[in-house]
């Protein structure tokens, strides 16, 4: 069966400093991956996405990229975290090609910049 | 850009009454898909809708396809505290991500 990783779970940074956050998927080959954030109380806010290895589309301009290393390894990043990072970041995959669209979402990691 | 707008943002109701959320979408969809998130928790996938007009159940929860395609609901009979939580609609366009809703949170009281 397919596993989502995601880690830490919770993260408290303080401002300037930098970030990783690592996704991995067990039990498929070739999902595509995407981040998302979730403020407080609101709705899921896509920030990247990918379809293959190296392959990364960024929906907002922002402070944070995104790297595939690896088939089903996602990597989010910053080089300086700023206060409107915080939020609770989810790791999602789906299956590539069959038509279904279906995302299976990860734990999450609750990060917290002060 | 495309855009999936969800209604209503917050819904409270005593336990055993019904609930509805509904999600329009401003462009055609492929398909819609419904996600419920536990306070607390990650998204968890319920249902993918993609015939136009189509309804599936799943026990006490009723999910609709618009005939437009652009428009979708979900009804819940008989609420149970169990069924608290964020509810998020999802719409496939012609790009490879969802575009979701911003979500109702639904609260039971007993």
């Known amino acids: 069966s397919q596993t989502i990783h995601q880690w830490p779970a919770t993260l408290v940074q303080p401002v300037g400093s930098p970030l990783s956050l690592e996704c991995t998927v067990e039990g498929t080959s070739n999902p595509n991956l995407y981040w998302y954030r979730q403020a407080a109380g609101r709705g899921l806010q896509l920030l990247f996405y990918?379809?293959?290895?190296?392959?990364i589309s960024s929906e907002v301009p922002q402070n944070l990229s995104a790297s595939r290393p690896q088939d089903r390894q996602f990597i989010l990043s910053s080089k300086k975290l700023l206060l409107s990072d915080s939020g609770f970041y989810l790791c999602a995959w789906s299956v590539r090609g069959t038509g279904s669209y279906e995302q299976y979402f990860g734990p999450g990691t609750r990060l917290t910049v002060t | 850009g495309q855009q999936v707008m969800q209604i209503p943002q917050y819904q409270h109701v005593q336990e055993g009454e019904d609930f509805t959320t509904y999600c329009n979408s401003s462009?055609?969809?492929?398909?819609i898909q419904w996600y419920k998130q536990r306070p607390g928790g990650h998204p968890v996938f319920l249902i993918q809708l993609v015939k136009s007009g189509e309804v599936k159940k799943q026990k006490r929860l009723t999910f609709q396809f618009g005939e437009a395609k652009k428009n979708s609901s979900l009804h819940i009979t008989a609420t149970q505290t169990t069924d608290v939580g964020t509810y998020f609609c999802?719409?496939?366009?012609?790009?490879?991500?969802?575009?979701f809703g911003k979500g109702t949170t639904l609260s039971v009281s007993s």
């Open positions: 990918s379809v293959g290895i190296g392959q």
């Open positions: 462009t055609t969809l492929s398909n």
């Open positions: 999802a719409g496939k366009g012609r790009r490879t991500a969802l575009i």
